[in-house]
């Protein structure tokens, strides 16, 4: 009965780990641009001017969507549902973090004028200094 006399290594192969993770690497990256999740708002076309933003993170944007849903999207931030009655009660938190904060308005065209009046009042009681409406140049 003849043993050998070699001491068991004490290495890690990790070869097997990089491949796995090179092949989740590469499936997140062609999955990534799938999940972008939005909603399709028919902006009325219209000739106006670019509003001035400085810096452009420094926003807030509420949609109105052609069912009269709205979606409060924030730079950087997962855009998220809300009614009409807890919006100021989100722009008021978010003002009060940044007051000089830039709100806009971005509704569907079939939308009638007094549910997006409704929603500027309700930004104008929450603090919000400056409510631009959004739209679409008639260009593109």
Avoid: C, W
């Avoid at 065209?109 to 929603?119: A, R």
């Avoid at 309700?122 to 919000?128: I, Q, R, S, V, Y």
């Amino acid at each position: 009965m003849s043993r050998s006399k070699r001491k068991p290594m004490a290495q890690i192969n990790v070869v097997p780990y990089i491949d796995v993770m090179l092949v989740l690497l590469i499936i997140f990256m062609v999955t990534a641009p799938m999940i972008t999740q939005g909603e399709k708002i028919d902006l009325p076309d219209v000739e106006s001017e670019p509003l001035p933003i400085s810096d452009i993170s420094e926003h807030v944007i509420i949609d109105i969507n052609a069912q009269s849903e709205y979606t409060i999207e924030r730079p950087g931030k997962e855009p998220f549902k809300e009614e009409l009655s807890l919006i100021g009660v989100h722009i008021q938190k978010i003002i009060a973090q940044n007051p000089e904060i830039l709100v806009l308005v971005r509704a569907d065209e079939s939308i009638n004028y007094g549910s997006v009046m409704k929603l500027v009042d309700t930004l104008k009681k929450a603090g919000a200094i400056s409510v631009g409406l959004a739209t679409e140049d008639p260009a593109k």
